[in-house]
């Protein structure tokens, strides 16, 4: 395989479905027309980009390599590379189809979310109904539950970082912090690559308002700080604003580590139960995923992996 070069196999086949020649196409930059931006981090620039031969839109993840290198980021490559590559198969969280370089950049090509972050759905509606509710934190729950199983915490969870589709399905990005766990199988149930189980975390990583009270008094980190950020956003699609919220990320923490947040009049109360119950300090007290999925809340919600991504999108209220 050539270096750096992104290949796809184009097989052609007769009536009788034999395959009559094998095509082998690298892609590049040249492969694509890049369009607008879409984010730009402290590595990295998202473009969004067209195929020339499929008309296919994908986000494509820009990273500078001299950059990369100078600010000692290769290990949060690997770590995003890795990651992706072990969550491919699932309707939630974006896809990465390949990755390409050239002399000064990385490539990586990711599924396209064309309806943007759930933070402007949130402030552009103020806040959603019981039914939307549902429906978006049932698709990050699935998903998120996916990326448990396969040995992966996100570890910065957020509306920001919670796509949406064109059918505004739930696509969940940026793994750029996340943490790898070492024993945990496949979907065949193999062992996965080990990892350093670092739940013990000395670098300071999420966002302020979703950071689960375990990383802040004793820096510990395991799936149960995703769990935290999901209690967070799901008050957070009822009331237009994160629990824990205030004028500068110190007193942000503060209430946080003092479990101080109260909800606004109107919170339809099976929703409060079930926040309280994933809002709990203790790690080990807090709701688990398939704890909060049997919760009244979602009463006759259909779990079936297959109906949950096909499900029709509520009306938006
Ligand atoms: N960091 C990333 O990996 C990443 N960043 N973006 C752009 C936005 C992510 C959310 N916060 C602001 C930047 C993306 C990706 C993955 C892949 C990806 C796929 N589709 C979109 N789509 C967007 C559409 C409209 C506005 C923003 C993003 N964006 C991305």
Redesign the pocket.
């Known amino acids: 395989k050539e270096k750096g070069a992104a290949r796809l196999v184009k097989t052609e086949k007769d009536e009788n479905g034999n395959v009559i020649s094998t095509h082998i196409i690298k892609r590049g930059v040249e492969d694509f027309e890049f369009g607008k931006t879409?984010?730009i981090?402290s590595y990295?620039t998202?473009v969004g980009a067209t195929d020339k031969q499929t008309q296919q839109t994908y986000?494509i993840?820009i990273l500078d390599k001299r950059h990369i290198i100078k600010e000692k980021k290769v290990k949060y490559v690997e770590i995003e590379k890795n990651t992706l590559s072990r969550l491919r198969d699932h309707p939630g969280i974006?896809s990465l189809h390949y990755t390409f370089q050239d002399e000064s950049s990385l490539y990586f090509v990711?599924?396209?979310?064309?309806n943007?972050?759930l933070l402007s759905l949130i402030k552009k509606m103020g806040s959603l109904d019981e039914a939307c509710t549902q429906y978006y934190s049932a698709q990050i729950l699935d998903a998120l539950e996916f990326m448990h199983f396969r040995g992966v915490i996100h570890r910065d969870l957020k509306p920001?970082?919670i796509?949406l589709d064109e059918k505004m399905r739930v696509k969940i990005?940026?793994f750029?912090t996340a943490c790898l766990l070492s024993n945990e199988v496949d979907s065949q149930g193999n062992k996965l690559p080990t990892y350093p189980q670092n739940h013990r975390t000395n670098s300071f990583v999420g966002t302020a308002e979703y950071v689960s009270p375990e990383l802040l008094s004793d820096k510990v980190q395991g799936k149960e700080c995703d769990v935290w950020a999901f209690g967070c956003i799901l008050y957070q699609l009822i009331a237009g604003m994160p629990p824990f919220k205030a004028a500068n990320e110190y007193l942000t923490f503060k209430k946080i580590v003092k479990l101080d947040y109260r909800f606004p009049p109107g919170f339809p109360s099976r929703l409060k139960d079930l926040v309280r119950r994933v809002l709990v300090f203790d790690p080990r007290q807090r709701y688990d995923i398939p704890r909060i999925k049997a919760h009244p809340f979602y009463d006759g919600f259909d779990w079936n992996r297959k109906n949950l991504w096909k499900q029709k999108h509520p009306r938006i209220m």
Do not use: C, I
């Open positions: 879409l984010g981090g990295s998202v986000a993840k974006v990711l599924d396209y979310a064309a943007g972050e920001e970082n796509l990005t940026d750029g």
